[in-house]
């Protein structure tokens, strides 16, 4: 009995067939059919086992606990959530997928697990009677318990099963055994909180204390992030069994993953853990010793990716006396060999410039103000403190040999350092400031903005979920969007219309909105609302917002007769409805009231119309045409997201995408028809207080009357708006100036099915508020949106524009007529430097095609994005090789790209020690971001070998904090990794105008000439070139420059001019 049960399934009461049995059946020449169906059970009885078995075995040996930063929700949504969820009953025949065995309730009973947990019997357990609650007994729970699985279609009766050595939960499936890992639970939701995820799940009130709905990751389910799955319990005592038995599973795997930790109570708590697992694996009266092969068990279930060469160095400098085996304290030497930071130890050793002391108190403030670029001055008192948390007593090493100790004196350690370096004292970014104050108009901020915030995948057959609000909330998204259309019984539903994918009801969005609208941020939350309803639904969805927003809903002006839009402070803990317009003829009262300056002005016009000074400003703007609209939804090129999240509802299944509420109004470029928005009720118009949609005029443009009113908004999507920065000239001067002053959003175009996004840097540079991107898929453009908003105050959702884009006087071009531009000078160009010393990285994750034992080849990226024109010599770098474009060109779309070299055979701790000196030309300074991506190079010595993308993250230039710091790293669902990172010195220059550096350096000033794409005075051109003939510089200008000859002598009056790329693109 002991021997099978050594050697069981994870199943409770999986069976190994008896070939005894089989070999009767056949010599009784029982018929052939018979005996073809018992063999083929038989067959794929021992199969189901044995691929369970390795499975489960592989995922007990890849790690010892979560690697991924997985935030648990509760109900009040005091987490993120990781990956995309999708229920398992919407995308999988789940319902089918069920079977029914039976089970031996006591054959696992009294087994130890391999977490160092003891499992007790049923009869060790105290339990309490009459309002007592039992404490969980795991014995019973890996056993097996009947629970009820609810899916769309019907209720099943499944036996559930904990299999603590693996963490995970298992059930029957309908070929095999399925599963998932209690360190890929995304959130647990029980009774009342799982509403809004199980619309399509009835459960009556008084089943409903008894549902536990659980969220889980799930990345090898045919690309979808995550999946639910609902489970009613037969009593509440099984479901604290359940609850309680998980919780302390996680618990006890969450500490083995802290045996590096550089907290000694930490790391001696999961050495001992992880001990005890690699002796009970060793069976009964077995030598409680630590092998080499139990070495590399144990650095694989760290993440320790190193290649067997490395694992046995480790090994042997903990067997000095190369017995091959490791006692209990030889094993923690082992263990210990690994927290040792040689990179730290190196700098804190140029710290004490080769003395053998340690760092005092005045040493560690030298070091943050020459290293890390902090301010110690300004708060002198916190790094006192912070250097006493790291600092010991001083020991026995006195700076001079006849100086005696002082006790009273604390000194940093080499231990100490790299224990101030790893925590939150040493952030990358700027810590979060939510002290600001952002007291300026809403249309001088940037607004971190979602599109289709509902969807959780495809744009055409993805899963609509509350899910996409609860995510897009809690990261600090201040814009989300509401496709509204009509339901069954009055009640209006949120889907992609005219596509398939699946409902949830507007309700439903709406109380979800409710609950976490300032879960992030206390400041203004905008809901874009799509509405495509009759007008009966209009009024429903208008009572809802009534219900649910009560105090928070924006309904009239906060200060009437006010020619301008309220700052983000004025409007803290409220919400603003963007909608489309309502009727003239329905909003004439309206109107009046307006002019009569009474409290419920709401209108377009009047109250909310700019001075008569204004309209001047834009008196000289050229009559724009006005091009096709498109739909925000339309399908495109891009990679797949993966879907998340229960659905409501069954698909619609017309192809067509639903229309955005205030695009331009005109004919589609598609030969198709779009869908137009229904007309607007004036119950529902009056809301839209601050944020009224409207379509872009054709005739006038952005001098109509209706584009100057203070609360209106426009809504492009991306292939309208990058034809307005292409059309004819002045127009994109005159969306620029329009933006200054007035609401702008942009939306992902038709063709991006797959819901990719556009680069919102093409969008920011031209003042755009709100760059409304598909949060759902974490690809490079969603990661410089989520660097945007990452740091300070920027964490709160908004970002005070740069002063260029905010007033008229920085306008690349004057208030004046076209053909007048040429007379007026352009904005300079600023100079960006920075340096980047990537040291080494920690702990990178490992490609699952890659072989444990075989250790990995990692190599560097980094990316400068900017948001300037794409040109040569734009961002110049040096100091490793360039994996740029061929022609050398950087930009908008085209970021200079270094790389390092390639560290063989080890990811847990590879050392680069390379430096990249970086600097950019560009008009915004403040729109740089800069990108770092850990490849693996599958065969490091063969050049052509495809490399796989383990880790990225992205981070705004001017967020980043200067000195040593590791840079978390992220997975390509945008999940942060619990202990990989990067290890970095980061060195900024400060920001000058080119001109101030062209005068003082003829090479800056040269290579600065060919960025701007200028030519350089005489003097600077035979300084730098001197093979170049005058004929030569003269014709090899433009006919403008050729006509300002007269001026060359003037090197920082020409080096300013506009730039021949820019001319282009003012024409264009």
């Not at 040792?340 to 943050?368: C, Y």
């Not at 600001?436 to 915030?453: G, V």
Request: proline letters at 6%.
């Amino acid at each position: 009995m002991s021997d099978r049960m050594g050697e069981r399934s994870p199943s409770p009461h999986t069976r190994i067939p008896q070939p005894g049995a089989m070999a009767e059946a056949m010599a009784a020449g029982r018929s052939p059919g018979l005996i073809r169906r018992l063999s083929r059970g038989a067959h794929n009885k021992l199969r189901r086992r044995a691929s369970t078995q390795h499975s489960l075995r592989m995922q007990r040996e890849q790690s010892a606990g979560p690697v991924l930063t997985r935030r648990r929700s509760d109900s009040n949504g005091a987490s993120e959530f990781g990956g995309q969820d999708v229920s398992d009953f919407e995308l999988d025949s789940t319902a089918e997928d069920v079977a029914e065995e039976p089970f031996s309730p006591y054959q696992l009973q009294g087994r130890l697990n391999a977490l160092g947990i003891d499992v007790p019997r049923t009869s060790d357990v105290s339990t309490l009677f009459e309002g007592g609650v039992a404490d969980a007994d795991p014995s019973i729970l890996q056993c097996g318990t009947y629970l009820i699985r609810l899916t769309k279609k019907k209720k099943k009766r499944v036996l559930y099963w904990l299999d603590s050595t693996s963490a995970r939960v298992c059930w029957y499936g309908k070929t095999s055994v399925k599963s998932f890992g209690l360190d890929d639970v995304v959130e647990v939701r029980r009774d009342v909180e799982s509403r809004n995820a199980r619309d399509d799940v009835q459960v009556s009130l008084e089943d409903e204390r008894r549902l536990l709905t659980i969220v889980y990751a799930d990345e090898q389910s045919k690309g979808r992030g995550t999946k639910t799955i609902h489970l009613l319990m037969p009593d509440m005592h099984v479901m604290d069994q359940w609850l309680k038995a998980v919780n302390r599973v996680v618990a006890e795997r969450v500490a083995s993953m802290k045996a590096l930790s550089l907290s000694a109570e930490k790391s001696d708590k999961a050495m001992l853990l992880l001990w005890r697992q690699a002796m009970q694996s060793k069976g009964d009266g077995a030598e409680e010793v630590f092998t080499l092969e139990d070495a590399q068990r144990f650095c694989r279930q760290l993440q320790i990716n190193c290649n067997t060469l490395s694992v046995e160095s480790h090994f042997r400098k903990a067997d000095p006396e190369r017995k091959g085996v490791l006692t209990y304290q030889e094993y923690r030497n082992f263990v210990k060999s690994f927290k040792e930071r040689k990179d730290i130890v190196h700098i804190f050793s140029n710290l004490r410039h080769g003395l053998d002391s340690d760092l005092d108190l005045s040493g560690f403030l030298a070091f943050l103000k020459e290293s890390q670029g902090v301010n110690v001055d300004k708060d002198r008192a916190h790094w006192e403190m912070v250097f006493d948390k790291y600092a010991r007593p001083a020991q026995n090493r006195p700076s001079l040999p006849s100086a005696e100790p002082d006790i009273r004196q604390k000194t940093l350690s080499a231990q100490g350092l790299q224990s101030f370096l790893s925590s939150s004292y040493n952030l990358p970014l700027q810590p979060s400031n939510n002290e600001a104050t952002l007291d300026r108009p809403l249309n001088e901020y940037f607004i971190s903005s979602s599109h289709n915030t509902y969807l959780l995948g495809h744009q055409v057959r993805g899963t609509s979920s509350v899910e996409g609000y609860i995510d897009a909330l809690i990261r600090g998204c201040r814009c989300v969007e509401v496709d509204c259309w009509d339901g069954e019984n009055n009640r209006p539903m949120v889907t992609h219309g005219r596509t398939m994918t699946t409902k949830v009801p507007f309700e439903d969005c709406i109380s979800v909105i409710a609950k976490y609208a300032f879960h992030s941020s206390p400041y203004p939350l905008i809901i874009s609302l799509e509405v495509h309803c009759s007008p009966e639904q209009q009024s429903t969805m208008v009572d809802i917002m009534i219900k649910y927003f009560i105090g928070m809903m924006v309904t009239e002006p906060i200060m009437p007769n006010v020619n301008c839009l309220p700052s983000p402070e004025e409007l803290r803990g409220r919400i603003l409805i963007k909608v489309k317009a309502a009727d003239d003829s329905d909003q004439s009262q309206l109107l009046a009231d307006a002019s009569n300056g009474r409290s419920r002005a709401r209108s377009l016009t009047s109250a909310f119309t700019r001075s008569s000074s204004t309209d001047k400003m834009y008196a000289s703007s050229p009559l724009l045409s006005s091009p096709g609209a498109t739909s925000p939804s339309d399908p495109g090129i891009g990679s797949i997201s993966t879907p998340r999240g229960s659905t409501t509802s069954g698909p619609t299944t017309t192809p067509n995408s639903s229309a955005e509420d205030s695009d331009d109004g005109s004919n589609s470029v598609a030969k198709t028809e779009s869908p137009k928005t229904s007309k607007i009720i004036p119950k529902l118009g009056r809301l839209g207080v601050y944020t009224q949609g409207i379509s872009f005029p054709k005739a006038l443009g952005f001098s109509d009357p209706k584009a100057k009113a203070a609360n209106h908004i426009f809504s492009f999507s991306e292939d309208t708006f990058d034809g307005r920065c292409k059309k004819e000239e002045g127009s994109r001067q005159a969306l620029e100036k329009h933006n200054m002053h007035y609401l702008m959003r942009v939306y992902p175009g038709r063709r991006r099915i797959w819901s990719s996004n556009f680069n919102p840097l093409s969008a920011w540079r031209r003042g755009v508020q709100m760059a409304a991107l598909n949060w759902q898929t974490y690809d490079v453009h969603q990661q410089v949106n989520r660097a945007m908003f990452a740091a300070g105050s920027d964490c709160l959702g908004y970002v005070l524009k740069p002063e260029e884009l905010r007033h008229a006087k920085h306008l690349a071009i004057a208030d004046t007529l076209p053909e007048a531009a040429e007379k007026k000078n352009k904005k300079g160009k600023k100079i960006v430097r920075f340096t980047v010393h990537i040291i080494s990285a920690q702990r990178l994750p490992r490609p699952r095609e890659v072989n444990p034992e075989a250790g990995m080849n990692p190599y560097i990226e980094f990316e400068l994005f900017s948001a300037d024109d794409k040109a040569q010599d734009n961002a110049p770098g040096e100091g490793v090789p360039d994996a740029s474009a061929p022609d050398g060109s950087a930009g908008l779309g085209s970021p200079p790209r270094k790389r390092t070299r390639t560290i063989f055979g080890n990811g847990f701790d590879p050392s680069f020690e390379e430096n990249m000196a970086m600097s950019a030309v560009t008009k915004h300074p403040s729109l740089i971001f800069v990108r770092w991506t850990v490849w693996h190079q599958p065969d490091g010595r063969k050049a052509g070998s495809n490399p796989v993308q383990l880790a990225t993250f992205t981070a705004k230039l001017s967020s980043l904090q200067q000195g040593y710091r590791h840079l978390p790293l992220y997975n390509p669902q945008g999940e942060k990794y619990k202990e990989a990172k990067l290890f970095v010195r980061i060195t900024k220059e400060a920001t000058l105008p080119a001109y101030e550096e062209e005068v003082g350096d003829g090479n800056l000033a040269l290579s600065t000439a060919a960025a701007a794409g200028v030519v350089a005075s005489p003097r600077l051109s035979e300084a730098g070139r001197p093979d170049r003939s005058w004929p030569r510089r003269i014709f090899s200008r433009n006919p403008s420059e050729r006509r300002r000859g007269g001026n060359e002598g003037d090197s920082r009056g020409l080096l300013s001019r506009t730039s021949s790329m820019d001319r282009e693109s003012v024409r264009s």
